[in-house]
T-cell receptor, first 116, second 109 residues
Framework: GAVVSQHPSWVICKSGTSVKIECRSL??????MFWYRQFPKQSLMLMAT?????????EQGVEKDKFLINHASLTLSTLTVTSAHPEDSSFYIC????????????FGPGTRLTVT | GQNIDQPSEMTATEGAIVQINCTYQ??????LFWYQQHAGEAPTFLSY????GLEEKGRFSSFLSRSKGYSYLLLKELQMKDSASYLC??????????FGAGTTVTVRA
């Protein structure tokens, strides 16, 4: 149990376009989902916390108008990178938390974004 | 703020033991996770410590001392497949995870 999927697993887009990444909890309801970004040889950096039915909470330094997060249901959160630039190229990972399972987060397989 | 430190790289021989240390200074503490991450993949859960002491799970053990802000992950009987990055992460009061930079472990034959 506790499987989280992401789609797509990798995507290449042109500079200036927008890309949407989906994060789904497959066998549980996730009231909270988290979005991370990981640059090569670096650790995961939390971008935002997404709660179902409410606005996402962004970490300091993360532009909310550039990284749009929608948590429309208990099993789906989406991250849209708007007007992507080459510096947005990174590995984006989501995680989900079960409300009755303390602090553990279940991670998706990640999405490799390359902006050309 | 959160400050989590771990060594960047470690190398060990197949069959040996390696200990990865993690020290932390965080605002709020609700436990510490260790994750394994292979290149290009998502982190996978290894252990969670919230009370002081040693938690043993097969070849992997994790230790926590809250008073010292210190944890370690012990990998025994190293196998080639254990070559990966190991991430120390602290849970704060609002369920957020703060990650260390990760320790890349290379296992040599």
């Amino acid at each position: 149990g506790a499987v989280v999927s992401q789609h797509p697993s990798w995507v290449i887009c042109k500079s200036g376009t927008s890309v949407k990444i989906e994060c789904r909890s497959l066998d549980f309801q996730a009231t909270t989902m988290f979005w991370y970004r990981q640059f090569p040889k670096q650790s995961l950096m939390l971008m935002a916390t997404s709660n179902e039915g409410s606005k996402a909470t962004y970490e300091q330094g993360v532009e909310k108008d550039k990284f749009l997060i929608n948590h429309a249901s208990l099993t789906l959160s989406t991250l849209t990178v708007t007007s992507a630039h080459p510096e947005d190229s990174s590995f984006y990972i989501c995680s989900a938390r079960q409300p009755d399972r303390d602090y553990e987060q279940y991670f998706g397989p990640g999405t490799r974004l390359t902006v050309t | 703020g959160q400050n989590i430190d771990q060594p960047s790289e470690m190398t060990a021989t197949e069959g040996a033991i390696v200990q990865i240390n993690c020290t932390y200074q965080t605002s709020g503490f609700n436990g510490l996770f260790w994750y394994q991450q292979h290149a290009g993949e998502a982190p996978t859960f290894l252990s969670y410590n919230v009370l002081d002491g040693l938690e043993e799970k097969g070849r992997f053990s994790s230790f926590l001392s809250r008073s010292k802000g210190y944890s370690y992950l012990l990998l025994k009987e190293l196998q080639m497949k254990d070559s990966a990055s190991y991430l120390c992460a602290v849970v704060s009061n609002d369920y957020k995870l703060s990650f260390g930079a990760g320790t890349t472990v290379t296992v040599r034959a």
